[in-house]
């Protein structure tokens, strides 16, 4: 793939909170992962330095050590961050539907929005993910899997509901995770095309492929009461 153009949980794979830290040190600490997540896109980790990070934030390479024990755990900091972010915005926008079909389009939504907002982060998931030590990647990997199996229970209720035609649960899931990935890789905010008809033109065409009854309407019903 190219280079993209464009309330929290307690983050296990996140960024460090170290005791007493202040409201500015919380400012560097977040300057710092975005300094890096711009590096890690354009140079690619290996040749990313500590050097060129805290130059671009404005502080001595020691002053990093602050915040992180190494290159390696800033970028576990990114990955797992961005991780832990889509977990919790998921959470939010699952938080009030109750009906199958709306739940999966608030899944949709949410899925794309994101990939779409944070396509740094999303290329760098994608793309750095054999740069970390297998208990860190087997650990990001798992989130990965509760993702996408949250996703195919949500499909599956819609199955069960009988409002679709589900041929693989999983394999369905696989496709909509694909789609986010997609358009990581090329949405520009000033291209043209506004995000949130982007939105509902990608998940008309999921509920279409599960052939939920009037899925043009209830994609647009469901969408415009969340604006």
Not at 39 to 56: C, D, K, M, P
Not at 96 to 106: E, H, Q, S, T, Y
């Amino acid at each position: 793939m190219g280079r993209p153009a464009g309330g929290h949980r307690e983050r296990s794979t996140g960024v460090r909170v170290m005791a007493g830290i202040t409201a500015g040190g919380q400012q560097t600490a977040a300057a710092i992962r975005r300094e890096a997540a711009a590096s890690f896109v354009q140079h690619g980790y290996e040749a990313t330095s500590l050097r060129n990070i805290a130059a671009a934030v404005g502080i001595k390479v020691g002053s990093l050590y602050n915040h992180i024990t190494s290159k390696e755990d800033l970028l576990l900091s990114v990955m797992g961050g961005t991780m832990d972010d889509l977990n919790s915005l998921m959470d939010e926008a699952l938080d009030g539907p109750i009906d199958p079909v709306d739940r999966l389009i608030a899944f949709v939504e949410c899925h794309i929005r994101f990939h779409a907002e944070r396509a740094q982060e999303v290329f760098i998931g994608n793309t750095e993910l054999r740069s970390l030590h297998a208990e860190a990647r087997a650990e990001l990997s798992e989130k990965r899997r509760e993702y996408r199996k949250l996703l195919e229970s949500l499909i599956v209720a819609v199955g069960e509901a009988d409002e679709a035609d589900i041929l693989n649960a999983r394999l369905h899931a696989f496709s909509i995770v694909a789609i986010g990935t997609h358009v990581a890789g090329w949405y520009r905010e000033d291209g043209g095309l506004p995000l949130d008809e982007i939105i509902e033109i990608y998940t008309t065409m999921v509920l279409r492929s599960l052939r939920v009854d009037g899925a043009d309407e209830r994609v647009r019903t469901q969408l415009a009461a969340g604006r």
